[in-house]
T-cell receptor
Framework: AQKITQTQPGMFVQEKEAVTLDCTYDTSDQSYGLFWYKQPSSGEMIFLIYQGSYDEQNATEGRYSLNFQKARKSANLVISASQLGDSAMYFCAMRQAGTALIFGKGTTLSVSS | ETGVTQTPRHLVMGMTNKKSLKCEQHLGHNAMYWYKQSAKKPLELMFVYNFKEQTENNSVPSRFSPECPNSSHLFLHLHTLQPEDSALYLC??????????????FGPGTRLLVL
């Protein structure tokens, strides 16, 4: 069975610093996709970044990068140069072929000035 | 309108009421989803529709009844709910190709309070 684990309930960072949000996953499939979403207090889930299990390079999207370590089954999100607007819940999610996304419990990120 | 929209954004209902949540996507997608998000719990997948056919029902109680009249619209009909059904209900859509790369795009959600 597939499972996503996010062990950090909350993280605190100062503006302009980098922060890493942890995510580990469990699956017996060789082909899967890993996603990160941001959920501000308004409630909408915003797609940030995607990493495929066969991708050799770590994914990057602007200030977001994904530190993918396949052997460890981890897919940590790195946010560089944090901004106040980055304060939100962050969810790691996984998809196997033919299934919908399953999500971890999320990490609350608080960015202070 | 762009993306995925949901109405109403907020809903308060009694346990004997009947109400419906509406989701509309303007992305040309073929798959639509309902998720439930309760406090301190991961998002729970409720229903999946692919090309208007229900392909997944995650053991959801019958007091929740989905309807997908076409690929752009998804409804969640609610009746005789319980207070523990109070949650944020999120709708999402995706291309419908069932590949691992398929990204789901979410609406803003409906915050439901059952009294």
């Amino acid at each position: 069975a597939q499972k996503i684990t996010q062990t950090q309930p909350g993280m605190f960072v100062q503006e302009k610093e980098a922060v890493t949000l942890d995510c580990t996953y469990d699956t017996s499939d060789q082909s899967y996709g890993l996603f990160w979403y941001k959920q501000p207090s308004s409630g909408e889930m915003i797609f940030l970044i995607y990493q495929g299990s066969y991708d050799e390079q770590n994914a990057t999207e602007g200030r977001y990068s994904l530190n993918f370590q396949k052997a460890r089954k981890s897919a940590n999100l790195v946010i560089s140069a944090s901004q106040l607007g980055d304060s939100a819940m962050y969810f790691c999610a996984m998809r196997q072929a033919g299934t919908a996304l399953i999500f971890g419990k999320g990490t609350t990120l608080s960015v202070s000035s | 309108e762009t993306g995925v929209t949901q109405t109403p954004r907020h809903l308060v209902m009694g346990m004997t009421n009947k109400k419906s949540l509406k989701c509309e996507q303007h992305l040309g997608h073929n798959a639509m989803y309902w998720y439930k998000q309760s406090a301190k719990k991961p998002l729970e997948l409720m229903f999946v529709y692919n090309f208007k056919e229900q392909t997944e029902n995650n053991s959801v109680p019958s007091r929740f009844s989905p309807e997908c009249p076409n690929s752009s619209h998804l409804f969640l009909h609610l009746h005789t709910l319980q207070p523990e059904d109070s949650a944020l209900y999120l709708c999402a859509s995706s291309q419908g190709g069932n590949t691992v790369r398929e990204t789901q795009y979410f609406g803003p959600g409906t915050r439901l309070l059952v009294l």
